[in-house]
């Protein structure tokens, strides 16, 4: 597998294409290929032809970027059309999930491919808000994106 992460990939996309290119000629094979995004920038049709999953996590109010900066429609709209993404939503109190709704019913966002995960720094911030996540989740027919490094102490 190869996850493409780090500030963010689709500024480069066309390096992005020619990396994936030379890895899989080198390889001898295919790998499952993940790109990491805020989902702000619409990718390129010969990068979603390549990649298997867009792990994509915009930004929501909690964040304090400006809504036009981390908000992008046209990008949303392709990532979620491509039929390769799913969406992770940071949530830090009960109130971003009405945020996390208008995605889904904007964009629209497929609710078997929306995830909430915690915000948290330790094990205790965590285990603190995992109760309210996990009963977001259900309410509202989402999944949860667990931290497991946190939950066992391994931060």
């Keep these: 597998m190869l996850v493409i992460t780090g500030g963010e990939p689709l500024l480069r996309q066309g390096q992005l294409v020619l990396i994936i290119r030379r890895i899989v000629e080198r390889l001898g094979l295919r790998p499952r290929i993940e790109v990491e995004t805020n989902g702000t920038i619409k990718p390129v049709e010969k990068l979603v032809e390549l990649?298997?999953?867009?792990?994509?996590?915009?930004?929501?109010?909690?964040?304090?970027?400006?809504?036009?900066?981390?908000?992008?429609?046209?990008?949303?709209?392709?990532?979620a059309k491509s039929g390769k993404a799913i969406f992770k939503f940071v949530i830090v109190n009960k109130e971003d999930i009405s945020e996390v709704?208008?995605?889904?019913?904007?964009?629209?966002?497929?609710?078997?491919?929306?995830?909430?995960?915690?915000?948290?720094?330790?094990?205790?911030?965590?285990?603190?808000?995992?109760?309210?996540?996990?009963?977001?989740?259900?309410?509202?027919?989402?999944?949860?994106?667990?931290?497991?490094?946190?939950?066992?102490?391994?931060?």
């Excluded at 964040?63 to 709209?77: C, K, Q, V």
């Excluded at 609710?111 to 915000?119: A, G, S």
């Design 51 to 79: 990649v298997d999953q867009f792990n994509v996590s915009p930004k929501l109010r909690n964040s304090g970027m400006l809504p036009e900066i981390r908000f992008r429609l046209e990008a949303l709209r392709a990532l």
């Design 101 to 155: 709704l208008h995605y889904i019913e904007t964009v629209p966002l497929p609710r078997d491919k929306v995830y909430l995960m915690p915000e948290s720094r330790s094990r205790e911030e965590y285990l603190e808000r995992l109760e309210l996540v996990k009963s977001l989740c259900r309410e509202h027919g989402l999944r949860l994106s667990p931290r497991l490094h946190l939950l066992y102490g391994w931060n």
